[in-house]
């Protein structure tokens, strides 16, 4: 194969990837598994270390997140910026997403390097259903993350009213 026709493989191949992305952004659970079915890495990752399964997650799409875990996709694959799926669907206030995964296999208190779980940015961000939710799936309330901060303790450095009460309450 020549230079040409191999450089011409590699940016096809570059544009199929980036329209998969794409797919998964959109969240396209019957094209994904359609895709999966065929072969495609469950596990594939963009250029800045997203899955499929962060991609979906972080943009709300609880259908295809389920697909991908059904075809075993890793949720505790973190991006290049250490973030894992389930903390994109807390940041974003999916809890439908949120749900997916924990059925789905993923640990309740997964945490990303920084130790961040679910529920601080589930309480950072005053999210009480979200908040209900984990607790009642076995959410370490004491967890801290790399600086020592709970839950609770990221409830009130970001002004969260309603989950600052709510915790407070357990505490």
């Not at 199929?16 to 598994?33: H, I, K, S």
């Not at 799409?61 to 697909?67: I, L, Q, S």
């Not at 809890?95 to 993923?106: N, R, S």
């Amino acid at each position: 194969m020549s230079d040409q026709a191999k450089q011409m493989t590699e940016d096809e191949a570059a544009e199929f990837a980036e329209q998969v992305f794409d797919v998964a952004r959109r969240g396209d659970a019957a094209m994904l598994a359609a895709l999966l079915a065929k072969g495609l890495p469950v596990n594939l990752r963009n250029h800045n270390g997203d899955t499929l399964l962060m991609l979906t997650a972080y943009h709300g799409h609880a259908e295809a997140v389920k697909v991908l875990l059904e075809f075993k996709a890793d949720p505790l694959i973190a991006n290049d910026k250490n973030q894992l799926p389930i903390a994109g669907a807390a940041f974003k206030g999916t809890l439908d997403v949120v749900k997916a995964l924990i059925e789905g296999g993923t640990p309740v208190d997964a945490a990303s390097s920084d130790g961040r779980t679910a529920l601080m940015l589930a309480a950072m961000f005053n999210r009480v259903e979200m908040v209900d939710y984990l607790l009642g799936q076995g959410a370490n309330l004491k967890a801290a993350d790399a600086q020592g901060a709970t839950a609770l303790a990221a409830a009130l450095t970001m002004g969260a009213a309603d989950t600052t009460a709510q915790l407070q309450k357990l505490v």
